[in-house]
């Protein structure tokens, strides 16, 4: 068995790092923690009816205005540095990210917890799949 190994060490590397590229994205999100976390619909509605959490909708104000789900706040990707006042104080308290897709909401991520939100969560799917729950979505006058 040694012998093997010695004789096919080009193989074993080959196998070992083939095996650890699998199993990097599982160990990467692990990591992150359960603040960046993505949540379904379900488990959103949860978190904003027991424990407050805030909707945040991280599209652009046009993409806002022609639909997003009810009660979001419009903070766009683009300025959540700056957007102190319409983020919420309690850095403890939940915040689910949602844009159209949901690819915008996963990198606010990093953003808010730069900014020290604890739990940051992304809505799966986006607004696409708030729209597939039948969850209210509203339109701006």
């Known amino acids: 068995m040694l012998d093997f190994l010695i004789q096919n060490w080009v193989l074993v590397l080959a ?5 650890a590229l699998l199993l990097w994205p599982q160990v990467g999100r692990g990591a992150a923690g359960g603040g960046s976390a993505r949540v379904d619909t379900a488990e959103a509605v949860r978190l904003m009816n027991r424990e407050k959490a805030v909707l945040l909708d991280v599209s652009e104000p046009t993409e806002h205005a022609a639909g997003h789900p009810a009660g979001a706040r419009n903070v766009p990707l683009g300025s959540l540095d700056a957007a102190g006042a319409k983020l919420p104080s309690n850095k403890a308290l939940p915040i689910v990210l949602v ?3 949901g690819a915008r909401a996963g990198r606010a991520v990093g953003v808010l917890k730069k900014q020290g939100h604890e739990r940051v969560y992304t809505l799966a799917g986006g607004l696409n799949a708030w729209r597939e729950a039948n969850l209210p979505v ?4």
Request: include cysteine.
């Open 99 to 101: 844009c159209p897709t």
């Open 138 to 141: 509203e339109k701006a006058a």
């Open 15 to 19: 196998a070992l790092t083939s095996g």
